[in-house]
């Protein structure tokens, strides 16, 4: 590669945000805009007997008040769908509005559309509604038993789904031969992802043209695009254009389509204004899709050496309410195929009831599926190595796929393509020293004072996906991506990508690509993304897929601009093209480099189309539609260490040493900003991030006074390194680097804690583990 | 996030705003509004008019009044963390606002706001308890003083009457060997207190416990006064192991507050380990 791939390059898109110079979409004003605010059920369960908009309709300054009722009546398609189908999935109509009944906390009831917000909130208050409350029911493992209340009629039990993977006979097989047997019982904590900029929409619909233009804050415009206009508005899809303009982060929670964006867009056709809404953080709290939320039953069977032989899952996946975009996947194919860790694990079974309850939908967050399956598994490796009286690294090292392995059928459909898992755990050792660490604390024990070292040596499935099998598996979208790479006459690049960044930075990590490809500088690099009239086509940013899929398919076009730009450059200089070599962008014939013709020369010849080869068309652009044929998977081991105060619970974090293995890295500096923010949400989820419902259905945690996200001061500084195992099977080598912080860490600093417990006895503590928790579990006050 | 209509009133002196609060029984008064602004724009308080006295100049400043520094109701969090007089004379009331939510709050947070709104997370009120200020409190019948420990009557609720503004804070300087802590168990969301010990100790020539004051944020719904302990302290060589013989002998707790973070049982539990945390802390700096 050239000098651009690997160099830890700053961000190009930071002085516009640091400067205030971005736009995002609340920023956005048009003429004769309009503001929605919508009005939210205050119970989990209950049916709307009666909505009177008289009062609101009446108020000065208020345009327009809407309820399901108006949105059924216009004849539009008016329901938010499911993107992901598994067998006999239950999938009850999730309405724009809510209209017979409300099912969570935050449902939508009414619109108000007003001349400014204080209007359209004083309106949602002049808003009557009767409500005929009905019990509700919040957690999983409970909904599913007889006589709780349904969240809708045609799914009895609550059960959405019944699903499973794996081999049950010979699981139940490993389980009788096995000589050590552990087994847990865990709830993984519902999170709420608090992006820092909340969802918002401006839709500007004209009805000479019929074009509807949405700005919103969107992982995926052409997602949204497809989904708005089959089933919420059946505008056809190419009236629609979604653009998402700078997006203040999403984790996962802007991958998903919701009611309110197209709420947004229905009322500005109603009303013939463009039309804004911008989501309160106490709406982010009530409505974006949560994250998490398992209750489950795990066991590990082990032979007398400390071999695994056997895993048994079984887990109650909350869905919320109502099935959001992708909700299936995330508990079941993002879950249970991740269960083999990075080990040889021979026999699988794993269960998993997807469940609805009063709640929040429940989606992909950060990580999606793989950090629930690294808890499970990674909190049983440090069962076993205690029951066995091993090392926790000693076990993990008798398990791992060995090098000469790969590719490894796992026994759970994914087939691992790359890694070296011995090689970053040995790293992060010297890095923590750990020999040493282990007699410090042990010292430190004497002394009264309890450290605990823990480890997640994970392993992710990343880069969604290869189409064919998504497909196969249920989604109803492809996962390929594509680029458009266009050479100016002048030789200047646009790229228009189908990935769509929301603070990620393909616009530097792209250009990075381009510059290295083609020999030009940064600054002759424009990359577009995240509008579905710029761009072709493309599913979007999330699940570590942009440098994997939408970075290869931006490699792939390259490659056919440097191919095509060879044809025209061998016509010039007289030559055979296959002796024509292409390097710092510029063509010559070997061996002769002092008469080369640039990129530029080239570009400007292609577009003047006076010389060209027979036959060959002008301009010079290519288009590259990229589906991997696997998915990647990163790898790593995480080390926490942490103190902990016995008399109060508090806990230290000491120290954390990350060693990722993301394969090639195209931009040390984001790779260490992505792996750092993973981290430091990892250590939300591990220690303060727990979304509480009281059994009403409430929401307690319902803002940032309760609902405890990391603040700097509480995190060490942490130690990032890397292995490199690139990825075989794309052509930048590349795997992703988005998630691993969110994956590992939960992992690593709970091991850690119950690590530094281990005199007191105890041998697991739920997320989060709050000081309280820690307390009640050294002075015998319940185990958790 | 948008509050209700209210109507806005400026008074440019105490007299002005007592004027503006009789005229209008509704009002609310906004000092800094680090408190009342966001129950407002979450529409959990609505009042029809606001007395803005954020500019009163008479409200502002801390003045040493030779034993008593007087303390204007304005003063920021920030003023107060950064404040000479307050750092020589008073440690303990620097040591406690610097603990206060972030920067930017206590930048705009203001002493008067933060003790009238008398949330039981605060910071402040145990301090100023522990110190037994003295309110200074402004009304349409003149002024009147009230002690810390009558001020304070309830959740959120104080001594303060409707037309009554809080003008200062007095503080007694703190004399020869006398030590000073403030230790807090934050809440990991919002910074309050879940746990908040104020401690005093003051030393007699030959090392043992002249007088000293304990006093506790976050666990009741009102600022907690461990007189039992301190009581017990008085006439004692202040060792480790006396100060933890003396709480977990005296120091009882009834009715904590819990919520799901920490529970009742457990902030009883916290204010034992912060109150032994607290006293040896003034003890070391008595002692220095």
Redesign the interface.
Known sequence: MGQYIGAAIKRLEDPALITGRAKYTDDLQLPNMAYAAILRSPYAHARIKRIDTSKAAAMEGVIAVFTGEDIAQSGVPGVVPVGWLLPDLKTPPHPLLARDKVRHVGDGVAVVVAED??T???AL?AIEVEYEPLPAVVNPADAVKEGQPLVHEDAPNNIAFDWSIGDKEATDEAFAKASHVVSLDLVNNRLIPNAMEPRATLADYNPVTGELTLWMTSQNPHIHRLLMSLASLGLPEHKIRVIAPAVGGGFGSKIHHYPDEAITAWCAMQVGRPVKWQA???ETYLTDAHGRDHVTHAEMALDENGRILGLRVQTYANLGAYLSTFAPAVPTYLYGTLLSGEYDIPAIYCRVIGVFTHTTPVDAYRGAGRPEATFVVERLMDLAARKLGLDPTEIRRRNFVPPDKFPFQTQVALQYDSGNYEAALQKALEIIDYKNLRQEQERLRQEGRYIGIGFSTYIEACGLAPSAVVGSLGAQAGQWESALVRIHPTGKVTVYSGSSAHGQGHVTTFAQIVADKLGVSLEDIEIIQSDTDQVQYGWGTYGSRSAAVGGSALAVALDRIVEKGRKIAAHLLEAAEEDVVFEDGKYYVKGAPDQAKTLQEVALQAYLAHNLPKGLEPALEAVAFYDPPNFTFPFGTHVAVVEVIP??G?IKILRYVAVDDVGNVINPLIVDGQVHGGIAQGIGQA??E?A?YDENGNL??GS????????AH?LPSFEVDRTVTPCPHNPLGVKGAGETGSIASPAAIVNAIVDALAPFGVEHIDMPV???KI??AIHGNGRS | MYPPRFDYYRAASVQEAVQLLQAHPEAKVLAGGHSLLPMMKLRLAAPPVLVDIGRIEELRGIQDLGDRLRIGALTTHWELERSDILARKCPLIPEAAAQIGDRQVRHRGTIGGNLVHADPGSDLPAVILALDGTLHLAGPNGTRQVAARDFFLDLMTTAVQPGEILTAVEVPVLGERTGTAYLKFEHPASGYAVCGAAAIVTLNADGTVAQARLCFNGITSTPFNAQNVTDALVGHTPDDATIEGVVDQHLHVGDPMGDVFASGAYRVELAKVFAKRALKQARDRAQA
């Open positions: 917000r204080y359209a909130y004083d208050e309160t953080r106490m008399e109060t508090e220690l303060f727990s509480v307690v945690t940032m006074l309760d609902y405890a996200v990391p603040k509480f709050t000081p309280e307390w009640r």
